[in-house]
């Protein structure tokens, strides 16, 4: 099991540039979750899917934030245009859709906009 | 929105002593309260949890203490390590609408040795 994988790890880019985050959940698993890290709010959730179809997008903050899950093996979060208020480390993580299968993060990608 | 408050922010405590961190939800729907513990550089990893028709559960040096009726729950160490050192997460899910799971805002524990 080589758990839910991120890319890239880190990825440095200029304001106005449009941003592409990656995940590989674990296989098997039904539910996917985007969470964005930063030490003023914390861990907040931005998206999640079930069965690859996005239930609650409530928690991205702009139209500028788009996710999408085309098979149950992949999902990207895209920003365009990116800007440096986007800086934070961005966690996918994948999990069983039953009550009290634990959340599986990925190592996160690391965003700085300048 | 903050529907799950935890505290301390941050907590020192001595190599041996018992680390306490608190939480607090509002939202009576949660029925699943996860711990996850992160080390700096990596995702958050699930510690230990417990649902709301269990007062308490343990394990190893880890206990979870839930109180239903004040919607409160808290993470125990004890004997508290250096290997520790790390932040800790409440958390809390629900059944309906997918398992969405949210997150209190962490604590940071340094263990002295």
């Known amino acids: 099991d080589a758990g839910v994988i991120q890319s890239p790890r880190h990825e440095v880019t200029e304001m106005g540039q449009e941003v592409t985050l990656r995940c590989k959940p674990i296989s098997g698993h039904n539910s996917l979750f985007w969470y964005r890290q930063t030490m003023m709010r914390g861990l907040e959730l931005l998206i999640y899917?079930?069965?690859?179809?996005?239930?609650?997008d409530s928690g991205m903050p702009e139209d500028r934030f788009s996710a999408k899950m085309p098979n149950a093996s992949f999902s990207t979060l895209k920003i365009q245009p990116s800007e440096p208020r986007d800086s934070a480390v961005y966690f996918c993580a994948s999990s069983f859709r039953v009550v009290g299968s634990p959340l599986h993060f990925g190592n996160g990608t690391r965003l700085t906009v300048t | 929105q903050q529907q799950v408050k935890q505290s301390p922010q941050s907590l020192i405590v001595q190599k041996g002593g018992i680390s306490i961190i608190n939480c607090a939800y509002e939202?009576?729907?949660?029925?699943?309260f996860p711990w996850y513990q992160q080390f700096p550089g990596k995702g958050p990893a699930l510690l230990i949890a417990i649902r709301p028709d269990v007062s308490e559960k343990k394990e190893g040096r880890f206990t979870i203490s839930f109180n239903k009726s004040a919607k409160q729950f808290s993470l125990h160490i004890m004997d508290s390590q250096p290997g520790d050192s790390a932040t800790y997460f409440c958390?809390?899910?629900?059944?309906?609408?997918?398992?969405?799971?949210?997150f209190g805002a962490g604590t940071r524990l340094f263990v002295k040795a």
């Open positions: 899917f079930n069965n690859n179809v996005p239930i609650d």
């Open positions: 939202n009576t729907a949660f029925d699943y």
């Open positions: 958390a809390a899910s629900r059944n309906t609408g997918g398992f969405k799971t949210i």
